[in-house]
C-alpha cells in the first residue's frame, strides 16, 4: 500500500511518494526542475517528523530562524528556511556518513505560500 501527492510551485513539480515493500515503508521526495532531478529517500518515522516539522514552519508568525535536525541510522535530515536575493525557500537535505546524498528546494513562491502535507497551501508569513 503506498500513494503519491503532487504539487507545483513555480516551475519546479514535487512529488511525495510512499512504497511499502518488505515490511517496511519507504518515502521518496523528488523535485523536478527544467533540467533537473532530485530526491530524497527515508523511512516511515523520519517522514513523520519531517511534514510535523514543515507544518510548524508554515504556522510560525514570524520570519526567523528555522532548523530542524532528524536522525535515521546513519543518514541526518536538515530542514531549514534559508532567504536569498530571489526570495524565501526551504533547504532539506539528507547527510549521510560521508557527505550529502540529497537536497531538496521549495521556494515559498510570490504570494508567500508554501505546499503543504495536506495537499493545500498555507501562507508563510515573511
Not at 2 to 24: C, M, P, Q, T, Y
Not at 49 to 63: A, G, H, N
Not at 67 to 86: H, M, P
Request: charged letters at 25%.
Amino acid at each position: 500500500m503506498g500513494g503519491n501527492r503532487h504539487f507545483f510551485i513555480e516551475s519546479k513539480a514535487f512529488e511525495l511518494k510512499v512504497d511499502h515493500g518488505g515490511g517496511a515503508y519507504i518515502v521518496r521526495l523528488y523535485e523536478r526542475g527544467k533540467d533537473t532531478l532530485r530526491s530524497i529517500f527515508m523511512g516511515k518515522a523520519s517522514a513523520i517528523t519531517l511534514l510535523d516539522s514543515m507544518e510548524e514552519l508554515v504556522s510560525q508568525k514570524q520570519s526567523g530562524n528555522f532548523v530542524r535536525t532528524i536522525r535515521e541510522g546513519e543518514t541526518v535530515f536538515i530542514a531549514q528556511r534559508c532567504t536569498n536575493s530571489k526570495g524565501c525557500y526551504v533547504s532539506i537535505q539528507a547527510i549521510h556518513r560521508g557527505g550529502r546524498r540529497g537536497l531538496i528546494i521549495i521556494p515559498v513562491d510570490g504570494r508567500g505560500l508554501l505546499w503543504n502535507y495536506k495537499g493545500s497551501f498555507s501562507r508563510s508569513q515573511r
